[in-house]
């Protein structure tokens, strides 16, 4: 019987033991919080990782554009939003020695220099692209158009600003979308001879888009969109993703008559510009030296059209033709393509990825297949 008890007891006292065990493991329900009360069911998945793809992914947003502002097709820098349908102007300016000091250069968008004839040691002539060309004070001088320089502004949608040019020219200038002011600006005493002495003042553009009744916005012609794939401003392009970049603070250009060259400012991030032996600065804004944020160089084929040194590049149905594209203090070997005369030159990377531009102005050069191993890059 005592036995009995003794058994009836120790029953009991498990029952209770196990009823407690059950309590604890079990608690009453309570309010769920979903934040933090996560089941992993398969204790090998890891969501702390899904999270931290999710914080990177974050910092890879677009740029957001302040009020009343849009990001430049020409430059990528933030412009008002009024001007987002103007349509850019391409200006010819002499670059021979004695045209210096230029006037406005520095505040171009988009600088072009190319050889304009094989005789005269091959001298250089600048176009410059500018967008909001109502801030223009004086730029230049203007000269003449040659058939080396008409390819190039269609793709932009501009209009072409100069002073006259050979008979080679006629026949491009019939094109529908071509559109030009020649010979139709101020007139400035310079002490010097007549042919540099024209310019591009305050109130011309106006006065020449009033009589000619061209668009001062785009045109059906104009592809529309951003002339190059911009980088983040937050995440700039250093080319140091790239195994075949190189370094490059200096590069000198084979145009030999003015003999240029470009130096990397690791301060200001830019590339300043320099030729006839000094740099290359601009009168009518305190002598700013002429400096740019990203450097593209073009191997371009050379067609001869007469004995009198005149010559036009081959730029349209061109496929993956050498080119280089310097920013940030690095340079990268690329190919450049376009196709007609209106569509853009595309510029893409070994993998066939359309190279990021850096937000800020640009340099491009046209140079002849013949120099273009004389490229030096430091």
């Given amino acids: 019987m005592k036995k009995l008890k003794l058994l009836l007891l120790l029953t009991a006292l498990g029952l209770s033991l196990a009823a407690c065990g059950k309590k604890d493991k079990e608690p009453e329900p309570e309010p769920v919080d979903e934040g933090s009360a996560i089941v992993i069911e398969d204790e090998k998945e890891e969501p702390e990782v899904e999270e931290v793809v999710e914080e990177e992914a974050a910092t890879e947003e677009p740029d957001v554009a302040p009020d009343g502002m849009y990001a430049s097709e020409l430059t990528g ?60 004070k004086q730029l230049g001088s203007i000269r003449s158009t040659r058939p080396t320089n008409l390819q190039i502004f269609p793709e932009w949608g501009a209009v072409l600003c100069h002073d006259g040019g050979p008979f080679w020219n006629d026949n491009f200038y019939k094109n529908v979308f071509v559109e030009r002011f020649s010979g139709t600006f101020s007139r400035v005493d310079n002490g010097k001879a007549r042919e540099f002495t024209e310019y591009v003042l305050s109130g011309d553009l106006d006065k020449n888009f009033k009589s000619t ?95 009198h040194g005149y ?52 340099y491009i050069a046209l140079i002849r297949n013949e120099e273009w191993g004389n490229i030096a890059i430091q």
């Fill in 213 to 307: 009744g061209y668009s001062t916005t785009y045109t059906e012609y104009y592809q529309g969109g951003s002339h190059f794939d911009f980088a983040s401003r937050n995440n700039p392009n250093t080319l140091e993703q790239y195994s075949n970049s190189v370094a490059c603070t200096k590069i000198n250009l084979p145009f030999n008559h003015n003999k240029p060259w470009l130096e990397y400012d690791e301060a200001e991030g830019v590339y300043k510009y320099f030729q006839y032996g000094s740099a290359e600065s601009d009168a009518g804004n305190g002598n700013e030296q002429v400096k740019f944020k990203n450097l593209f160089l073009m191997n371009a084929e050379l067609k001869q059209l007469d004995d």
């Fill in 77 to 136: 820098e933030w412009i008002d939003e009024s001007l987002k349908d103007q349509r850019p102007v391409a200006v010819m300016i002499d670059d021979e020695k004695t045209a210096l000091p230029h006037f406005g250069v520095s505040q171009v968008d988009v600088l072009y220099e190319m050889v304009n004839s094989t005789q005269n040691e091959g001298v250089t002539r600048f176009m410059a692209l500018v967008k909001d060309w109502g801030k223009i």
């Fill in 311 to 362: 010559m036009q590049y081959i730029v349209n149905d061109i496929h993956n033709r050498d080119a280089w594209f310097i920013t940030n203090g690095r340079a990268v070997p690329c190919t450049w393509s376009k196709q007609t005369d209106l569509d853009f030159t595309t510029f893409t990377d070994a993998d066939g990825n359309m190279i990021k531009a850096n937000v800020g102005k640009s």
